[in-house]
């Protein structure tokens, strides 16, 4: 089977990319955002779009108060805030999100997602199968037509990012 390589330069330029909390709480993260996409996003002047819910999950977990999330998950929290601070600093993060919401990221992802999909491509980066599931539906749907184009992506400890399909469906009603 041959190895599924990604273009990341088409990928910058092309596509308004989105991050989930899943993909920055993974231990590759910060070094691959900065070494393998920041360049890309600078050459483009693109950025990477991190959502106020992510960035709320994520102050969530860190300072978990009630000591319900193991001491890993709050340090791998605290770290992917520090990946947003230093991608920030690069110039490679756009901030975005309302004030005072308290949408989760998931539900956000969909909604903007599904109002976005017919003006831009739409990249989601998510660890989340079921979050890639309902993204890619909306590629094609069946009262509204075909999107501009959305890809979601892993965050594979290996290969980079790894391309997320849909199985197809035999049964349509």
């Not at 929290?77 to 520090?82: D, M, S, V």
């Not at 919401?101 to 990249?123: G, M, P, Q």
């Not at 890619?136 to 400890?157: D, Q, R």
């Amino acid at each position: 089977m041959k190895k599924q390589t990604i273009d990341y330069s088409l990928l910058a330029k092309d596509f308004s990319i989105f991050i989930d909390t899943s993909s920055l709480m993974r231990p590759q993260a910060q070094d691959f955002l900065m070494q393998e996409i920041a360049p890309y996003l600078k050459l483009a002047n693109k950025k990477i779009i991190l959502m106020k819910e992510v960035t709320d999950e994520l102050d969530k977990i860190q300072h978990d108060e009630n000591k319900q999330q193991p001491p890993e998950k709050r340090l791998e929290a605290k770290n992917a805030y520090k990946t947003c601070i230093k991608l920030d600093q690069e110039g490679c993060l756009d901030y975005r999100g309302k004030l005072n919401s308290i949408n989760y990221a998931d539900n956000y992802f969909i909604a903007k997602f599904t109002e976005e999909r017919y003006k831009r491509k739409l990249c989601l980066i998510t660890q989340d199968r079921k979050l890639s599931y309902d993204i890619l539906s909306l590629n094609e749907s069946a009262s509204s037509g075909k999107a501009k184009g959305i890809k979601v992506y892993s965050l594979n400890k290996k290969e980079g990012l790894k391309e997320f399909f849909l199985k197809i469906m035999t049964n349509i009603c």
